[in-house]
């Protein structure tokens, strides 16, 4: 079969795609600023995140120590990992 050469439905202009996104947090609060990072995710999480499951629903983001943590965030543990698999609401 030919590829199909229509595009992500989720991707943005610029070809990135959004994995999740807490709506019920732009409904509820007026965001004032924006702050693009980067996160530390171990292989199970990011297995996880491909198969599209993530929860934002709690999550919240606490600077310490000129870092950002991510708190309350949850990857479930994919589910072909083995005793290895990662902790699904660590802080991250």
Request: net charge neutral; charged share 35%; proline share 2%.
């Amino acid at each position: 079969m030919a590829k199909s050469n229509k595009k992500d439905k989720n991707a943005d202009a610029d070809g990135t795609v959004n994995i999740c996104r807490n709506r019920r947090a732009l409904h509820d609060y007026d965001i004032l600023d924006r702050i693009e990072c980067g996160i530390v995710l171990v292989g199970t999480e990011v297995k996880s995140l491909r198969d599209g499951h993530a929860n934002l629903e709690d999550a919240y983001g606490r600077i310490d120590d000129s870092e950002v943590w991510l708190i309350g965030a949850e990857i479930p543990e994919y589910a072909f990992g083995n005793r290895l698999n990662h902790k699904p609401k660590r802080t991250r």
